[in-house]
Structures are given as C-alpha cells and as structure tokens.
C-alpha cells in the first residue's frame, strides 16, 4: 500500500486526478476548503461544481478541438466526461449539463470510494506538505490568498491573475414566448435547444447605450490593472469595443428565424438550458461585471425577457494562475520541487473541460511514478498532447496567459491541406489515430 496522494482542490482537475489515481488502487486525500472556506463564485460545498457556465462546450470531434478533447479524455475512462454524459441537458451541438445533478454524482462517486478520503480544511502554506510524497495542487481558479501567497514564496515568480465573468441565469416561466423561439443556429442537435430573443436595429442601439452607460462593480486598487481572459469577457467590455462587436458575437443574428416576424433581425440573444428539468436558462456570452440593480434593468431591456425573473445575476471574480511553461517540466512536476504538481486553471490552461484533461494526465503521471512503471506524454498530435505541450514549455514564458485547447496548438502538417474544414478534419483523424496506442500503453 502506497502513501496517499494529496490532492489540493476538489474542482474538475482535482477529483479527475484523484479518479484516475484511486484506479489503480493508490490511496488518495482530497483537501477542499469549502464550505469552511468559500468562494466569490461558488454555491455549494459539493466537489466537482461548475460556475460560470454548464457547458463544456462542443462536442463535435471531427471538427472541434474541444470535441476531441473530450472523445480523448472518455478514451482514458475519465470520471468527468462519464458523468458529464450521464448528466447532459439539450444543447445542440454542445454537451451541457445539468449542474447540481453533475457535481452531486461527483461528489457521491468519490465519497463512497473506498481509497478516497475527503478533508475538508484549507490549505494555506505548501511547505507544510513536505511530509507528504506526492502533492497535486488544483486549487483552480480562485485559489485563496493565502495558498497564493504560499505558491508565489515557494515558485519563486510572482502569481498572475485575471478576472473572470459569470452570465445570468433566468427562470423560464418569466420568458415571453410569444416573443422568443426555440431554434438551434442552423437548426443543430435538436434544432431546438435554445431560447432565442430578436432585436431589431433601434432596440440595440438603445440595449448597447444602456450596457455602456450602466453601473459597473467597482475594483480595488491593486485589482484595475489585471486584464480579462478574451474568451469570457464581460459583455459590456466587449460593446465597449465598438457598437457592433456584439453583432458578431454573442448576439449574431445568422442561422436562426424569427417565426414572429418577417423582417430579418439585426440581434439575436440566446439562452441556454441549464438544469435536466429545463426550469433554468442561462444568456450565452452575457458574462458581466454590472452591478445587480443594473443587470436587471438592462438586461429586461432584451425583447422576451421584460418581466424575466433572475435565479442568479451575473458576477465576476479573480482567476488565479502560474507561469507553467516557466516552472513546469513535461509531466506537470515543479521543477524546484519534483515531487509537487500542479493541474487545471491554477497551471494555466482556460476551460472546464482543459481541466479536467490535465488533472486527468497528472493522475496518470503520480500513478506511474508511484507504481515505477513507464508512462510516455501523449503524442503531440493529440488534443491531450498538444496542450500539455503548450503548457509545459510551447507557449512563451514571457507573455503566457491561460489557453483554451485548440488546433492552433497542434503540430503542422509534413504536406499542406488547404481549408480550414479540411485542416480540421485532418487534425481529428491523425489525432484519433494516434491516441489509440497511447491509451492501449496505459497502466
């Protein structure tokens, strides 16, 4: 019997590793300072919770990098993906789940293995874990204070941060559905899994002058400088780069029909589902740094969600991360301090699903080292491989910010491929074909 692995942090890169750890039979102590310790962003003190959205984006493997990131991680046998599919709500192309239900299974499944034990207590200084052997930190993204404080001292390099945006959420019976539809952007999935409400040009221009002209939370002094994760900026940031940026994001009008209206629509909101019941919808891509009493009189402004009722109001907290390609080797270790990893949000990549997937790979990697038994990277050509690569030592220390997976961190092609559909694809198929024998080696 081995000592136990402890594993700091109970969020997806946490309970992923300890998963796939406790698989092959190695004891393992999770450390979780909820609900003693909370969060800005959190609700519950159960493991595995998802905060600023219940997607996990598409899942598309032959077209998405992030779709076979996931066809990767249930290659592997991964608790997350497992019960993600077990869990999952109508969302069209996209695998969403239903939140509560999704990170109580999680919490149940670890709770009731026998080689796990789950502490709850805050850790705040690592250098009192060097009794432990093996120490994973996946404190995630709002790592505490004081943890921070401690990686900072024992890294040697300050901490980064950015700030990350929560959309709303609405209660559906408060959605006039003599005004909104129900229609997938180009009919995907089910063609009907989300939510959509029309602008015309007027009530934009009036919904973008109200957005920039609202009440914003307002930063501590040391926090103004710190900039936002471009894949989830506030909403109001993003109109603030111009009238129409939000047209051609989370608000473009095309693939979608409004049956109310002949004319075409200039804007279009979606909501998606947000618990199994379908009693919950979320506004994609309104993620939002507006105080509450603004939200609510902005937000209504919206053609079908005048008299909406908000289950949540949107928010934003700090995303806590390390300089990985500076500080990391290729299997997740410290470099200063081999025996402790780091995965997830903390380490600097972008995503739940990104998470997952390198919390899964530092399981793998504590399990081999503890059983002595070899165990390759996964191949660079892989979803797996190409963003632990881009993590560990691709991405430039200077300028490194947390990355989402994605086929620009793939590896180029001996020949050349022309269009962009047809580089996709032939990521996917060299990827899904190279995965197999790594996974076959697997301990």
Not at 141 to 160: Q, R, V
Not at 257 to 284: C, F, G, M
Not at 326 to 331: F, G
């Amino acid at each position: 019997m081995n000592d136990p692995v402890h594993v700091i942090g109970g969020g997806l890169a946490g309970v992923e590793a300890a998963w796939q750890i406790v698989r092959r039979e190695i004891p393992v102590v999770i450390h979780e300072m909820r609900p003693l310790t909370q969060t800005p962003a959190h609700q519950s003190d159960l493991l595995g919770e998802l905060v600023c959205s219940n997607s996990l984006r598409s899942d598309d493997s032959e077209t998405s990098a992030v779709g076979l990131l996931h066809d990767e991680m249930r290659l592997c046998e991964s608790l997350v993906m497992k019960v993600a599919d077990a869990t999952k709500v109508p969302a069209g192309g996209a695998l969403a789940v239903d939140r509560e239900v999704f990170a109580r299974e999680i919490t149940d499944t670890l709770r009731n293995h026998p080689f796990i034990t789950i502490v709850n207590e805050e850790i705040t200084d690592i250098s009192s874990c060097a009794q432990w052997e093996q120490v994973l930190i996946a404190s995630g993204p709002l790592t505490s204070d004081a943890l921070a404080e401690s990686i900072k001292l024992i890294t040697g390099s300050e901490t980064l941060h950015f700030f990350d945006a929560i959309a709303p959420i609405i209660e559906h019976d408060s959605i006039d559905m003599s005004k909104a539809w129900m229609q997938s952007r180009y009919d995907k999935g089910d063609g009907t899994d989300y939510i959509n409400c029309a602008m015309d040009k007027s009530e934009y221009e009036a919904f973008i002058a109200a957005l920039l002209d609202s009440e914003k939370t307002e930063f501590k002094e040391w926090e103004k400088n710190t900039p936002y994760f471009e894949g989830c900026l506030p909403i109001e940031v993003m109109a603030a780069r111009g009238v129409e940026t939000l047209r051609y994001g989370p608000m473009k009008p095309v693939g979608l029909t409004n049956p109310h209206k002949e004319e075409k629509s200039y804007a279009i909101v979606q909501l998606r589902q947000d618990n199994a019941s379908a009693t919950l919808w979320n506004i994609v891509g309104f993620q939002t740094k507006m105080k509450y009493a603004a939200q609510e009189r902005v937000f209504r402004m919206i053609s079908g969600l005048e008299n909406s009722v908000f289950a949540r109001l949107g928010g934003i907290h700090r995303n806590t991360f390390i300089n990985s390609p500076l500080l990391l080797d290729e299997r997740l270790r410290l470099k200063s301090c081999p025996s402790l990893r780091f995965a997830g949000q903390v380490m600097g990549v972008e995503g739940y699903v990104e998470s997952a997937s390198m919390g899964l790979l530092a399981g793998l990697f504590i399990a081999a080292d503890l059983m002595k038994r070899e165990m390759p990277s996964p191949p660079r050509t892989t979803a797996l491989g190409a963003l632990l690569a881009h993590v560990t030592g691709e991405a430039v220390a200077d300028s490194f910010q947390p990355m989402n997976v994605n086929f620009g961190l793939f590896p180029p092609f001996e020949h050349k491929v022309k269009g962009k559909s047809e580089r996709k694809r032939a990521h996917t198929i060299r990827a899904k074909q190279d995965i197999i024998p790594w996974v076959e080696s697997l301990i």
